[in-house]
């Protein structure tokens, strides 16, 4: 992870986790670990989002404590020594000196100081906080901390008596974005756009669901993206009726459309954008019908999207537009009068059968709760969501043959701002025309007579 935050912002975010966690609390914080691939061969390391929205630090197995006024610096920072020998194979290590100079760590140790020094960063607090739960060996640890700090009560130490998930006070920060945060997805945003173009204008019938998957890679890593934010759907045929379809290894046949949801990761931040076009370039009349009803529903949801609309709202009024459609289609039985019925008993969930949305941040799947207090969260400027509503009609579906075994989602990455949002994904394609004007360019259609 190259370019990360600023200086600046990362104590400012640790200024704000330690006024949430109090004098009388610690925050504490693992980094990720190393994970094994296969014999000798590891992941590629990814850090944890957590840990690196607080620190920046990159290494792996390190562990960050927020002691607000502690005599010797309110952070801390645990991490791997220095280490020529290893270094020679794995690349250089920040070490002690690095994490003091380079990532303004108030105090730092090598690991193997961590039982020793933690407890005494522990020593007369009441509350830890920590992501309790995620990891066993790490619980393990803190158990034991705490044991060694009850063994000193005659001693006049206290140990802490609460234990609380560290997610409230990180979670409730990362889920509005800064300026800077703003700004890398909307960076991300535009290089995932660029590799949906290039498919656009590469897609032809015969080439394999892989190659769009490889050209899509490669336009997001020239321009600076290497890493996905997760594993590219590219889902051509009734393909595109799996939602988490990731085979990728099926022929693109002419007359079918091809789903492809697919986003890079920028600086640790995720983009996700789905699109889904004609093979040959040019949409039948049902995929139209399909689409161009999905793509209703997806700008109402977006329109939906403001300060002060609750969460639920762009899926509510996605399902009031897909559900009236579906009518319309005749995939529903009645008419505009059996809308309401129609939603209360769900009956568009045949071919509609997720949510509208989610969080968007540094996971694709971004922290934050959805409701507060039992109701459903309202938006506030700084959050990013995707508007993604679909359709997906199974190759068996009591319906029309020529609706049969068609998929269609659209996905675009979305902004609150003070006065409505901002669609960050808006420079790829997903007007019909728009698509099928870009597709023409290298798929020429034969004269209308």
């Not at 130490?157 to 979670?171: F, K, N, T, Y």
């Not at 490669?218 to 990731?246: D, K, M, W």
């Not at 994904?425 to 290298?442: G, N, V, W, Y």
């Amino acid at each position: 992870m190259s370019h990360g935050p600023s200086a600046n912002e990362l104590k400012r975010r640790r200024r704000t986790a330690a006024k949430a966690v109090g004098a009388d609390g610690v925050l504490i914080l693992p980094a990720a670990t190393e994970v094994i691939r296969n014999r000798d061969v590891h992941y590629p390391f990814r850090q944890h989002s957590d840990f690196y929205y607080m620190t920046g630090f990159p290494e792996p197995d390190a562990v960050a404590v927020i002691a607000p006024k502690h005599k010797d610096g309110e952070f801390v920072l645990f991490c791997r020594p220095r280490d020529p020998e290893r270094e020679q194979w794995d690349g250089q290590r920040q070490g002690v000196d690095g994490a003091i100079a380079n990532f303004a760590a108030n105090q730092a140790y090598p690991l193997e100081q961590l039982d020793e020094k933690l407890t005494e960063l522990l020593a007369d607090r009441s509350r830890i906080y920590y992501p309790v739960g995620n990891d066993a060996k790490f619980d393990l640890a803190v158990m034991n901390w705490l044991r060694a700090l009850r063994a000193k009560a005659r001693a006049g130490v206290s140990a802490p008596s609460e234990l609380i998930l560290s997610d409230r006070v990180v979670h409730e920060q990362r889920l509005i974005k800064s300026k800077s945060e703003q700004q890398i997805m909307r960076q991300a945003a535009a290089i995932s756009a660029a590799g949906h173009r290039r498919l656009l204008q590469k897609c032809r019938p015969g080439m394999n669901e892989q190659q769009l998957e490889a050209l899509f890679l490669h336009a997001c890593t020239e321009r600076g993206a290497r890493f996905q934010a997760y594993s590219p759907i590219v889902g051509s045929g009734h393909n595109a009726c799996v939602l988490h379809y990731v085979d990728n290894n099926a022929v693109l046949h002419d007359g079918d459309l091809v789903l492809v949801d697919a986003g890079c990761e920028l600086n640790g931040y995720a983009s996700d954008i789905t699109r889904t076009f004609p093979v040959n370039g040019r949409f039948s009349p049902a995929q139209r019908a399909l689409y161009e009803l999905v793509l209703v529903a997806q700008k109402s949801a977006i329109n939906a999207v403001r300060p002060g609309n609750r969460w639920n709202a762009p899926h509510e009024t996605a399902l009031r537009v897909l559900t009236r459609g579906l009518l319309d289609l005749g995939f529903l039985q009645g008419d505009g009068r059996d809308l309401p019925t129609l939603l209360k008993e769900e009956k568009y969930k045949p071919y509609y059968m997720h949510r509208t949305g989610h969080w968007l941040g540094m996971d694709v799947h971004d922290v934050g709760d959805y409701k507060v207090d039992g109701k459903w969260r309202t938006f506030e400027p700084g959050m990013v969501l995707t508007v993604e509503p679909g359709l997906y009609v199974a190759p068996d579906a009591d319906v029309p043959q020529h609706y049969r075994g068609i998929g269609i989602r659209i996905e675009d990455d979305v902004l609150v701002t003070n006065d409505g949002n901002q669609v960050l994904s808006r420079d790829a394609p997903k007007e019909i025309d728009q698509i099928e004007r870009l597709m023409a360019r290298t798929h020429p259609q034969p004269e209308e007579t």
